[in-house]
């Protein structure tokens, strides 16, 4: 069984398209989506169209639930306070622009996702089981991931959230991140997904129309423009000041 794994799409339009065409050529037999699909980007409400429309199986991430559960500033203000200015960024202005453009239709279908889903061996979360807003980083140690990730009836244990892919193999278990379509911080700035063939994980890179994202950025009225596209060119996760 051939299972792909797509996730953080961020509202990136152009992204999705390019990583929707790339799974015509690889042709996998499922395709589960790991979530956060909106914010942080110029086209939220036409990636969560589109993603309806594509139907497939998903999750929610960290901020999508952010959307609808306003506390979870608190929560992760307490957890993290050197984040503090990147939370307030997130949940004051990023996370309410989205949310205007989406509407309660959109905001309704991405409550209803579930936060794990297992699917040919693939288990899958956004960040970490119970956690959307925390994971292990690529070069955290054997002992993090498999204390995180394993202890379940699943060969290949799968996340997203951190949006740099990487692929370990651990006794018992593969651990793998499937990077993300939107939004790259590993300094490549072509969209990632994952494709587990036979149960073997293999990191995908897809070119996607960066001008059409600028196009799409400068349409939109996005209020922090010159942050994303410095993010998007560089692939590297730099904390923006509030607007």
């Not at 929707?20 to 169209?49: I, M, Y």
């Not at 989205?98 to 309660?104: C, D, S, T, V």
Request: charged share 25%.
């Amino acid at each position: 069984m051939r299972v792909a794994v797509v996730s953080d799409f961020h509202g990136n339009l152009a992204a999705l398209e390019a990583v929707v065409a790339d799974l015509r050529l690889t042709s996998p037999d499922v395709v589960l989506q790991a979530g956060d699909t909106a914010v942080l980007g110029p086209r939220p409400a036409e990636v969560v169209d589109r993603l309806r429309e594509l139907a497939w199986p998903g999750l929610v991430g960290n901020t999508d639930q952010m959307l609808w559960k306003p506390a979870a500033r608190a929560e992760q203000e307490q957890r993290a306070p050197r984040l503090r200015s990147w939370l307030d960024v997130l949940f004051g202005v990023l996370g309410p622009w989205a949310a205007e453009r989406l509407g309660e239709q959109r905001l309704a279908w991405l409550r209803s996702l579930p936060e794990e889903r297992s699917t040919g061996g693939v288990r899958l979360v956004h960040a970490s089981p119970g956690d959307l807003w925390r994971a292990p980083a690529p070069e955290a140690a054997d002992t993090e991931l498999a204390a995180t990730y394993g202890g379940q009836d699943a060969d290949v244990a799968v996340y997203g959230h951190i949006h740099r892919p990487f692929v370990r193999e651990l006794p018992g278990l593969i651990v793998a991140n499937c990077g993300s379509v939107g939004l790259p911080w590993d300094g490549d700035p072509r969209a990632a997904y994952l494709l587990v063939d036979a149960g073997r994980p293999s990191v995908r890179r897809v070119e996607y129309d960066m001008e059409q994202a600028r196009r799409d950025l400068a349409a939109s009225g996005f209020p922090l423009r010159a942050w994303l596209e410095a993010v998007q060119r560089d692939a590297r996760f730099t904390r923006p000041e509030r607007v």
